[in-house]
Every structure is written in structure tokens, then in C-alpha cells.
């Protein structure tokens, strides 16, 4: 798949997207994941009567993160090697994001924010990816690629191209940048014209009333006191911008000392573990794995948590990822690695009728089996059983429904132990 075409998907996505929030049309150049994700988010909408809507304004050029796609290696159920291109993308965008109570507006904000999308594409002529498994985009059901394309899916019996398949979006998140918009620029240009003139209008009246000067004199002091109280207003606004600054300065700092030599420290640790490790891939899912626990219905039950140690995630509607994380710790125990995470998000939470955005650290614990490869075409909605062969959708089952042998995500992706806000 040539970059161009990527550059296309990213943006249907963003079309998508859209159409999702206005009219819940299915998004279909994703993965079950995100799906998922979307449905549980909705669901939250939907037990507090609440709909959002997303607009996007793009800005700029969309740009490769890795200019070059990585190749990179999976190990199937066969213990072949199934080849596929991941490429990151992102683009700036000026973001609408609206919240309506029992569809009355409650909250609307303008927002810049860089939007990452991880698009991956497969060698069609690849035998053993036409052997490998594959949730049909329609039904959900497990079937091989090689199936889906020649005999259609066995349950809902679509048929599908390998281009219906691949390229996929994997994963997308957003990360604020704390810009100021143009419409709040237009908003605070307006307001100080008008401003001004009304009060050099007051300014002249009480001098008409007060004052036996002639007509001449009244223009000249309007046109002058409208320069001066506008001169007045910019200052004043500018000062609102200069705090803003310095707060949003204050937070990146705090972001910066944080996450100061985490890149670093975890890129040199987790290599010798995997070849194919790739920090702007793990960044991703350390957003997704997030996002996917606090979004959950009952997170207990999701085979990528398995910990006690849980906040109250209840409320929250949605969470914007502020570009950074910090190591707590990273060490190997027992052939597994665990590693301790400080994620700095802003959340938006409904509370008391009311949308509500706060910065929070989350204290974000995760492991994985060190002596396997993380796999990233890993789907909780369709894993491998190590033992049997079977695949399953693990967010129904704990363990294998053929073999009935307890399954391990550690095996295949980092699984989640904790949790909180700190």
C-alpha cells in the first residue's frame, strides 16, 4: 500500500469518526478494538443520557512519525512468520467538542489538539497470513483471512476483498497542545471592538449630559476614547493569555521533569526483550490499554486486567493524553517484565449534571511474558490458545472455551495490574 493511499485512510477515519458521533455509522477501516473502545465509551453516554458530537477542522499536512513502515515479524498460531507494515500518522486539527443533557447543550469547547492514528497493511500473497485468523468485520465472528475472501464468513456469510481487510487503523489518540483557536482569537477581537465601543459611547453620553462642548468635541472624544479603551482591553487580554501561558508552561514542565529519560530508559530495557520494539507503538498502547480499562463496564472482567487495585472510573466520558508518561520502575521477576507508569491525562468527567475536565497522573501498572514477542496484531476479541490452536473472543471467555485451559494475555500483549489516580 503506497503512502498516499495511507494518507487517505487517515482521513476517512477522521470522516468517520464524525458520522459516528452524529449517527452512530459503523467506522469501517478499524479494528474490533477500536470498536469496542467506542462502544464502551457510547454505552457511558448513553446510562447518563448524554451525546457528544466531534468536529474537525484539519490544518496542515498529515505526517509519517517513522517516515519508513517498519516490518514487522508476528508469531502466528503455526509459529510462522506473518509480515505487516505499521506506519504512525498524525495531523494538527482544531477539534469542537460538544456534550448535550437530554440533547440540551451543556458543554462545548474549542480545543488544538494532534491527532496519532497507527494504520497497519499485509502482503496480500502472504500465504501464512491468508491462514491466519480474523474477526469478520460484520458479525465479530472468528474465521481465517483465506475464508472470509473465498467462501465468505461461515456465520453472517459476507464476502470480503483483502482490501476490505487491510489496511486497518489499530489504534488513535489525541493529544492536546494547548494552542489558542481561531475562533477564540476571532471571539476576543470581537469582544474587545465591541467593548470598547460601548464604553466610549458611555463615556460620551455622560460627557453630552454633563458637559455643553459642541458636536465636534464629542466625535473626537468618542473616536479617541474608543482607541484608548481597546488599547486598555488588549492589554488586559493579553495579560489573560500571558497567565494561561504560564499555567499551561508550568504543566509541561511538570510533564517534562516526569517524563525526563523515560524514552530513553524504557527503549534500552524492553530491545533485548523484542527486536521489534518500537516506543512510539508502545506509547500507543499504553494510551489504548487505558482508555480500554476506564472506559469498561466491569473491568474485572477484561482479560487485560488482572489486578485489584482500581479507582472509580465510572464518570468519565472521555480523556485527552497530554504527549507524555514517566518510569516509576522497570524490572524483570519470574520470566515476567513489570513496569510502573505515571501517565499525565486530563479527564472529562459528568458530575452533578455538569461536564467537568481535571489533570490527573494515573499510576498505571502492566507486565508481560518477557520470553515472547509482543504481538501487535493482538485482538481481545480474537486470541489464540496456546495449548489447543482455538481461537476465542477473550472478552466473554477466561479461559479457552475448547480446551478449557486457563489463557495467559501476557503471552501475546502487556496486560494491566493497577489502575489509579495519584
Not at 28 to 48: G, H
Not at 239 to 256: P, V
Amino acid at each position: 500500500m503506497d503512502k498516499q493511499q495511507e494518507f487517505l485512510l487517515y482521513s476517512k477515519f477522521l470522516c468517520e469518526l464524525k458520522a459516528y458521533y452524529y449517527k452512530q455509522k459503523s467506522i469501517s477501516c478499524v479494528n474490533q478494538d477500536i470498536r469496542y473502545f467506542l462502544e464502551s465509551q457510547q454505552a457511558r453516554l448513553n446510562k447518563y443520557n448524554l451525546t457528544l458530537r466531534l468536529d474537525y477542522e484539519s490544518e496542515g499536512n498529515v505526517y509519517n512519525a517513522n517516515m519508513v513502515a517498519n516490518t514487522i515479524p508476528v508469531v502466528n498460531q503455526f509459529e510462522c512468520m506473518t509480515k505487516f507494515n505499521e506506519s504512525i500518522y498524525y495531523q494538527r486539527q482544531n477539534i469542537h467538542k460538544r456534550y448535550f443533557f437530554n440533547n440540551k447543550l451543556i458543554y462545548s469547547k474549542n480545543a488544538y489538539i494532534t491527532l496519532y492514528e497507527t494504520i497497519i497493511s499485509a502482503d496480500e500473497q502472504n500465504q501464512h497470513l491468508q491462514n491466519s485468523t480474523y474477526c469478520c468485520p460484520n458479525c465479530g465472528a472468528i474465521s481465517t483471512l483465506k475464508t472470509l475472501q473465498q467462501e465468505g464468513c461461515p456465520y453472517c456469510k459476507t464476502s470480503y476483498l483483502m482490501s476490505d481487510l487491510y489496511p486497518k487503523i489499530t489504534n488513535f489518540y489525541m493529544i492536546n497542545d494547548g494552542s489558542v483557536s481561531n475562533q477564540q482569537l476571532g471571539f476576543h477581537k470581537r469582544f474587545i471592538a465591541i467593548s470598547a465601543i460601548v464604553l466610549s459611547l458611555i463615556q460620551n453620553i455622560y460627557y453630552v449630559l454633563h458637559d455643553s462642548e459642541g458636536i465636534y468635541f464629542v466625535l473626537v472624544t468618542f473616536f479617541i476614547g474608543a482607541g484608548i479603551w481597546a488599547f486598555l482591553l488588549y492589554l488586559l487580554t493579553s495579560f489573560w493569555y500571558l497567565i494561561r501561558l504560564l499555567k499551561q508552561g508550568k504543566q509541561s514542565l511538570t510533564i517534562l521533569h516526569g517524563s525526563k529519560g523515560t524514552k530513553k530508559r524504557i527503549t534500552k530495557q524492553l530491545t533485548p526483550l523484542d527486536p521489534n520494539f518500537d516506543y512510539e507503538y508502545f506509547e500507543g498502547k499504553v494510551v489504548s490499554l487505558l482508555r480500554m480499562v476506564m472506559f469498561a463496564k466491569q473491568p474485572d472482567t477484561l482479560v487485560q486486567f488482572q489486578g485489584a487495585q482500581l479507582d472509580h472510573f465510572d464518570n468519565v466520558l472521555d480523556i485527552a493524553y497530554h504527549g507524555g508518561f514517566g518510569i516509576t520502575s522497570l524490572y524483570i521477576k519470574d520470566e515476567y517484565v513489570y513496569l510502573v507508569l505515571n501517565v499525565y491525562i486530563t479527564e472529562t468527567r459528568f458530575e452533578n449534571g455538569n461536564i467537568k475536565e481535571s489533570d490527573e497522573v494515573i499510576e498505571l501498572s502492566m507486565q508481560h511474558y518477557c520470553n515472547h514477542l509482543v504481538n501487535r496484531e493482538f485482538s481481545i476479541l480474537k486470541v489464540n490458545c496456546p495449548h489447543c490452536g482455538a481461537s476465542f473472543d477473550a472478552r466473554k471467555h477466561h479461559h479457552c472455551p475448547y480446551c478449557k485451559e486457563e489463557y495467559d494475555v501476557g503471552s501475546e500483549d502487556w496486560m494491566v495490574t493497577k489502575v489509579v489516580r495519584k
